[in-house]
């Protein structure tokens, strides 16, 4: 296997010491692995014999591979979630260790179905996100275990968190997720504040707009210099209604994290991509500054 066909981000190697979330989703979404149970306050997977195979093999994969350790993991009932730490260098790429986990997994799946249903268990590839900034990893954790509640919510408001293609805005054509009807609010207003404030300068903004927001605009904004974002975390913290710009656009099975989720099944928030979504890490450029503004505003005259 040629690990430059597996490679996923440019500027990593996948061989070196790194932290992964991985991503897998069952052949035809078929959900094989578990079933979901409980409430929003106890919601929980039920594994089925396959579920515990896959869950097993995942915790066993340091015994194949002594430079890795798995940090934790989610079986979910059509798809799988799991965080591996290469501690270091290793002779195989990512990939490689991946398809093996596949390849066993497999053969695990087989041996426990009737001759007439033997199909292959995963999709094709895999999905990964490398962990670079500091915190991320409890936060990622975190995320993988709260994955049943958020697939309890997201069933419950379905039409909230599917992803919406080729919405017109203007001349462009965006991906959205969450309260589409945010977008006919008649009063929205653009965040924009310039990269120079002070703090006092910041604070007297977020007193500002949020009183806005309070008599009942939307506020508008891709949140990238400071005072964007403070203005858009009081807003949310405070319950009022959100557009948020996003330079990455959405993954597979994108589901928001942390408490956007709960913002998002309660209405007040929608997501906006005018961008396909990478893996890559990208600082944004100057250019996508300006086009995500101008995006902004023509959000704000529709």
């Not at 293609?165 to 959205?176: C, D, L, N, R």
């Amino acid at each position: 296997m040629n690990s430059n066909n597996l490679r996923r981000s440019h500027w990593n190697d996948y061989q070196g010491r790194n932290i992964y979330m991985i991503t897998l989703v069952t052949e035809g979404r078929r959900p094989l692995l578990g079933r979901l149970e409980g409430d929003v306050s106890t919601a929980r997977v039920e594994l089925s014999a396959l579920g515990r195979e896959v869950e097993l093999a995942w915790q066993r994969l340091p015994q194949f591979h002594p430079e890795t350790t798995s940090m934790a993991c989610q079986v979910m009932p059509d798809h799988f979630h799991g965080i591996l730490f290469v501690r270091r260098h290793i002779n195989l790429h990512l990939g490689q260790i991946i398809a093996g986990f596949k390849y066993g997994t497999t053969l695990a799946f087989r041996n426990l179905t009737t001759e007439a249903e033997k199909r292959t268990l995963w999709s094709k590839g895999y999905h990964d996100r490398i962990l670079r900034g500091q915190g991320q990893l409890q936060r990622l954790i975190d995320y993988v275990h709260d994955n049943p509640r958020r697939l309890l919510i997201k069933r419950e408001h379905p039409d909230l968190f599917r992803v919406q293609e080729h919405v017109a805005i203007g001349s462009a054509q965006v991906a959205v997720m969450g309260n589409r009807f945010l977008l006919d609010w008649p009063e929205k207003v653009q965040v924009r504040c310039s990269r120079s404030l002070t703090p006092e300068q910041i604070e007297a903004e977020c007193v500002r707009l949020l009183a806005i927001a309070r008599r009942g605009a939307v506020l508008v904004s891709p949140a990238i210099s400071q005072g964007e974002k403070a203005v858009i975390r009081a807003a949310f913290d405070a319950g009022c209604p959100v557009i948020l710009l996003r330079e990455n656009g959405f993954a597979p099975l994108a589901k928001p994290g942390g408490k956007l989720i709960e913002a998002c099944a309660a209405g007040r928030i929608l997501l906006v991509a005018p961008w396909e979504h990478h893996t890559d890490k990208r600082a944004i450029k100057r250019e996508q500054c300006l086009q995500l503004n101008e995006l902004a505003r023509l959000i704000c005259t529709r």
